[in-house]
């Protein structure tokens, strides 16, 4: 079983900051890319930014300049700092990995998702 977990939402005024964390646990063999994704309410779920294991990434137009994605591969934990935050940020932001689990094939695995408010 592999799980992803999400920390760190909440609620931030505009110009604010936040970061949100996402912990991989269980048996766990490698995690290709780790991103991060969000839904606002009536909107389809979008990505907002992406890493690879060799530490690639990759940003929605939206939050570049204002968000920076990193991972640890020794803690399986992909994070999300997000700045100078807009009204528009809000949405419930959800993790997602592409795991491969010992003995399976890889997967693409998602959190329960965090909620995250700005406030104008």
């Known amino acids: 079983q592999v799980q992803l977990v999400e920390s760190g939402g909440g609620l931030v005024q505009a110009g604010g900051s936040l970061r949100l964390s996402c912990a991989a646990s269980?048996?766990?063999?490698?995690?290709?890319?780790m991103g991060w994704y969000r839904q606002a309410p009536g909107k389809q779920r979008e990505l907002v930014a992406s890493i690879t294991r060799g530490g690639t990434t990759n940003y929605a137009d939206s939050v570049k300049g204002r968000v920076t994605i990193s991972r640890d591969g020794a803690k399986n934990t992909v994070y999300l700092q997000m700045n100078s935050l807009k009204p528009e940020d809000t949405a419930v932001y959800y993790c997602?990995?592409?795991?491969?689990?010992?003995?399976?094939?890889?997967?693409?695995?998602w959190g329960q998702g965090t909620q995250v408010t700005v406030s104008s």
């Open positions: 269980g048996s766990i063999r490698s995690i290709n890319v």
């Open positions: 997602n990995a592409a795991v491969e689990p010992w003995g399976r094939r890889e997967s693409n695995y």
